[in-house]
């Protein structure tokens, strides 16, 4: 077979997509739009500069191009409904319809979804007044999270340890213009990411990972989409996968049924395994993690396309068992000075062309090639990927891989998995 796929976005995850199906030995070509600096260089891959929400142009490249399928990197178009468009135009997607994108795209809606399902969860309030939210935040008092409703990248929850960082938080983020906040109760224990894929009938998880979302080592500063993921998570064990396929994935896929939602795509659950052994969903993202897809793919054998394609054609349940190379996968990312706040671009990447196959993989984010030369262009700019029979390998060649690469004010954390 010579499938020819639409990968849409333009981070890490989108180049560890495009990396992924490459590797199959169906795929011919993978078209990225738009693409950044890495998916430019990687073989029978190439860029569009066709922005994500722009549906009509995208939907004009895929019929010239004759692509057999198209999965969605990004939350913002599967919630802006560029799953609908696809199907009304008889194009096969792999990513969810608007209303299905709302499990990410509303924090509110998302936790009466959970608590119509009867899924474990925080408590929870929402809130379109400030009065009222500060009124529930002296009654609760903290440590508690508040969660802006809507899409944030990865910045829109806050956790705070003291009440005055709380009304901060709710006066802040009502400032920056979100309607609604969800402020639910603090959850103690330790996190995992678990992530299925489904099509709508039927589910399969893919390994566990862990994130980190702080800026700082050492878990501290403030949250930012993710600064490194290690994968397989050690704190998942038979015993607790049981447990979330039977209290969040399959009540999760039931509900969805019940309210109509064709859901084809990612489930990506972060969950809170809490210290009693019960696991409660923290959150629901529409689409493949950043970076834990950088985490996940390389320690995959079967061929990703055929596993999109078995969601897409609804025939998941017939799909034998997914494969997996034995070790472990550590991914770090190097982030611009400044980030998650200001940050500058434009800056000279150094160093990976000259990297050898026992180097770690680095899948490519905010950069952009210009005139041959690779720059910064994002504030996550790099993911790189150590692979190894255990984590003290994989962080062992990724660490030495970082310390060969260098753009101005390049920045990563030395604790990444650290713990393992």
Not at 67 to 79: A, I, T
Not at 145 to 174: H, P, R, T, W, Y
Not at 364 to 372: E, F, M, S
């Given at each position: 077979m010579n499938r020819k796929i639409l990968v849409i976005g333009n981070g890490g995850r989108e180049h560890a997509l495009a990396w992924s199906f490459l590797n199959s030995p169906s795929v011919e070509l993978v078209i990225c739009a738009p693409g950044n600096g890495g998916t430019a260089n990687l073989p029978r891959c190439q860029n569009r500069s066709i922005a994500v929400d722009d549906f009509a142009a995208l939907t004009n490249l895929i019929k010239e191009e004759n692509?057999?399928?198209?999965?969605?990197?990004?939350?913002?178009?599967?919630?802006l409904g560029i799953a609908d468009h696809f199907r009304s135009c008889g194009i096969p997607v792999f990513g969810p319809i608007q209303q299905g994108a709302q499990i990410e795209s509303s924090k509110a809606w998302a936790k009466e979804f959970f608590q119509s399902?009867?899924?474990p969860t925080a408590d929870s309030a929402t809130f379109e007044d400030l009065?009222?939210?500060?009124?529930?935040?002296?009654?609760?008092?903290?440590?508690?999270?508040?969660?802006?409703?809507?899409?944030?990248?990865?910045?829109?929850?806050?956790?705070?340890?003291?009440?005055?960082?709380?009304?901060?938080?709710?006066?802040?983020?009502?400032?920056?213009?979100?309607?609604?906040?969800?402020?639910?109760e603090y959850l103690v224990g330790e996190e995992v990411s678990v992530l299925a894929l489904t099509d709508g009938d039927d589910f399969r998880l893919l390994l566990s990972a862990q994130d980190h979302k702080r800026i700082g080592e050492g878990n501290t500063g403030p949250n930012t989409g993710g600064m490194g993921a290690y994968c397989p998570a050690a704190i998942l064990t038979p015993e607790l996968e049981a447990q979330v396929k039977q209290k969040i994935f399959i009540p999760t896929?039931?509900?969805?049924?019940?309210?109509?939602?064709?859901?084809?795509?990612?489930?990506?659950?972060?969950?809170?395994?809490?210290p009693d052994g019960i696991v409660k969903i923290l959150e629901f993202n529409c689409r493949f993690g950043d970076p834990e897809t950088q985490a996940i793919l390389p320690l995959l054998k079967t061929p990703l396309d055929e596993l999109i394609l078995a969601c897409i054609m609804k025939n998941l349940q017939n799909f034998p068992e997914f494969q997996w190379h034995q070790g472990s996968c550590v991914c770090v990312i190097a982030a611009s000075n400044g980030y998650p706040g200001n940050y500058s671009k434009g800056k000279?990447?150094?160093g990976i062309n000259s990297l050898s196959d026992a180097d770690a993989l680095v899948f490519?984010?905010?950069?952009?090639?210009?005139?041959?030369d690779l720059l910064t262009d994002g504030g996550r700019v790099l993911g790189v990927t150590g692979?190894?029979?255990?984590?003290?390998?994989?962080?062992?060649?990724?660490?030495?891989?970082?310390?060969?690469?260098?753009?101005?004010?390049?920045?990563?954390?030395?604790?990444?998995a650290i713990k393992k």
């Open positions: 692509l057999d399928f198209v999965v969605v990197g990004p939350e913002v178009p599967l919630s399902a009867n899924i009065q009222l939210a500060q009124a529930y935040l002296k009654e609760k008092g903290a440590p508690i999270v508040i969660k802006a409703d809507g899409l944030s990248a990865g910045k829109g929850v806050v956790v705070a340890m003291n009440l005055q960082e709380a009304q901060s938080a709710i006066e802040d983020l009502f400032a920056q213009g979100h309607k609604k906040l969800v402020i639910e896929l039931a509900e969805l049924k019940k309210r109509n939602i064709d859901y084809c795509g990612v489930l990506y659950a972060g969950l809170m395994v809490c000279l990447i150094k490519q984010a905010g950069t952009v090639l210009k005139d041959k692979i190894g029979e255990d984590f003290l390998a994989a962080r062992k060649q990724a660490y030495s891989t970082l310390e060969k690469i260098s753009f101005e004010g390049m920045y990563y954390r030395r604790d990444i």
